[in-house]
Nanobody, 114 residues
Framework: QVQLVESGGGLVQPGGSLRLSCAVS????????MGWYRQAPGKQRELVAT???????NYADSVKGRFTISRENAKNTVYLQINSLKPEDTAVYYC????????WGQGTQVTVSS
């Protein structure tokens, strides 16, 4: 069974940056469009960025210009560089196959607070 392991979250001040990583087990990662999602307390999980197998990114309007998604197929890893963090970015961040997700990983907590 494919496993998704997110890491890189933490507590950061507004305006700070983080780089999230997601390691994907298995050997067919190359064939998948991948996405980063987030779920804030009391809210539904939302899609914030996707990246195709050829590396084409797409972003939600709320993160455009601040988030950068990338992938390293040789390492079965997808990344999310988050800059200019805002308190409203506080959430648990998950990666998954897009648009049909696999079982979700544990996510990584991002907390933006002064």
């Amino acid at each position: 069974q494919v496993q998704l392991v997110e890491s890189g979250g933490g507590l950061v001040q507004p305006g700070g940056s983080l780089r999230l990583s997601c390691a994907v087990s298995g050997n067919i990662f190359f064939f998948w469009t991948m996405g980063w999602y987030r779920q804030a307390p009391g809210k539904q999980r939302e899609l914030v960025a996707t990246i195709t197998t050829s590396g084409n990114p797409n972003y939600a309007d709320s993160v455009k210009g601040r988030f950068t998604i990338s992938r390293e197929n040789a390492k079965n890893t997808v990344y999310l560089q988050i800059n200019s963090l805002k308190p409203e970015d506080t959430a648990v961040y998950y990666c998954n196959k897009h648009p049909v997700p696999l079982p979700w990983g544990q996510g990584t907590q991002v907390t933006v607070s002064s």
